[in-house]
């Protein structure tokens, strides 16, 4: 059984509490990790990339001159992709590039992601994180107290304070728990957890 030091606020330790094994002390394959960002990053392009083919552009069809006897070369439709104004070949048209990624998978690379942030010293857990007042720089004091600057920060619950002082901080991002996924821990160099969200993740990832 592994255990991690529970701060407040001020960045001071008040507690020890246990971690499951087999979250934060599992081994991380790449190959995993690899395969769920890319799902990641696959399924948030838009792909709405669009051009309009010979079919679609607004032009008569209507043969521009005769085949023979002009001198020029024989031409078809004004629509005629080698035409200026004319329709687009092969271009990009709207499609889907999300891939599936098994569930066993997703939530075996999530694991692997707490264990490497853990097992680097670069996971840390709050008891709680409460502003009276939306203040950037109250918030600030906080991330300085912990010594980060570039920092996921998980929450159990819906915070307005929370999240509207924290949305100016460059580097800095906020989650709930049930959000949490592979490519936000790994693109921040810092993990931070409210003990609450922690205990929502560990119920999740252990079934």
Do not use: C
Not at 112 to 125: E, H, N, S, T
């Amino acid at each position: 059984m592994a255990f991690i030091d529970v701060h407040n606020v001020k960045g001071e330790k008040i507690y020890e509490r246990d971690i499951k094994d087999e979250i934060f002390n599992v081994s991380v394959r790449e190959d995993i990790i690899h395969q769920v960002v890319r799902g990641q990053l696959a399924s948030s392009r838009s792909g709405s990339a669009s051009t309009k083919n010979r079919s679609k552009v607004k032009a008569s069809s209507k043969k521009l001159w005769r085949q023979k006897g002009t001198g020029r070369a024989r031409v078809g439709a004004a629509s005629s992709p080698i035409r200026r104004g004319g329709g687009v070949a092969f271009g990009p048209i709207p499609r889907d590039y999300s891939f599936k990624v098994n569930k066993k998978i997703r939530k075996a690379a999530l694991r692997m992601a707490l264990a490497d942030k853990f097992k680097a010293g670069q996971l840390f857990v709050v008891d709680n994180i409460h502003l009276e007042e939306i203040s950037t720089r109250k918030f600030f004091g906080v991330l300085k107290n912990f010594d980060v600057d570039n920092a996921l920060i998980v929450t159990e619950r819906a915070d307005e304070n929370l999240e509207k002082s924290s949305r100016n901080i460059k580097k800095v991002k906020l989650l709930r728990a049930e959000g949490l996924n592979v490519y936000d821990i790994l693109h921040h160099e810092y993990l931070l957890f409210v003990e609450g969200a922690l205990g929502i993740v560990e119920e999740a990832l252990a079934r």
